[in-house]
């Protein structure tokens, strides 16, 4: 499949230039058009979540001038991280085809395990964070009035 390919090879530049993981993705939109290509580049911009999947929605949206990707697929060199899964459900990408699976990417050191156990049990563990209720009245005002507002669900 072009689309992975060309994932794989943004990949293998920006992981040589020491921009990132070896991590890299692609969008095709409804019509089979490669719309987005991008790596992860988290060293490169000193940016945690500059994952190869949320640069590759970003750019998918700019192209594509929406918040909406749906019936787009996304390719990836590897399975998604919990991140990334959440980004691509916000975006409605209903299809993502993978190379590596997490264990494989756990292999060479990159873990988010972690991240699935914690979110299995219901976010409980303050040793991987703290998850705090507070000023919910307050918060729960500003919903109301966007919701008041008429504006956009997404």
Not at 47 to 56: K, M
Not at 60 to 86: I, K, Q
Request: overall charge negative; hydrophobic content about 45%; charged content about 25%.
């Amino acid at each position: 499949m072009k689309a992975m390919e060309l994932g794989i090879a943004r990949a293998r530049e920006t992981m040589n230039e020491n921009l990132g993981g070896p991590f890299g993705a692609a969008i095709v939109d409804a019509d089979g058009q490669v719309v987005a290509v991008a790596s992860n580049l988290v060293l490169g911009k000193h940016d945690p979540t500059a994952h190869a999947e949320i640069n590759a929605i970003r750019e998918a949206c700019r192209a594509l001038e929406t918040h909406d990707l749906s019936g787009c697929v996304l390719y990836a060199s590897s399975f998604p991280c919990p991140m990334c899964l959440g980004a691509i459900m916000w975006a409605n990408i209903k299809a993502v085809y993978y190379g590596c699976r997490p264990q494989d990417a756990a292999a060479i050191g990159f873990r988010d395990g972690f991240m699935y156990d914690f979110i299995r049990g219901n976010c409980q563990d303050a040793a991987v964070l703290r998850l705090e209720e507070m000023r919910r009245e307050d918060c729960l005002e500003l919903f109301k009035e966007y919701a008041a507002m008429d504006k956009q669900v997404y």
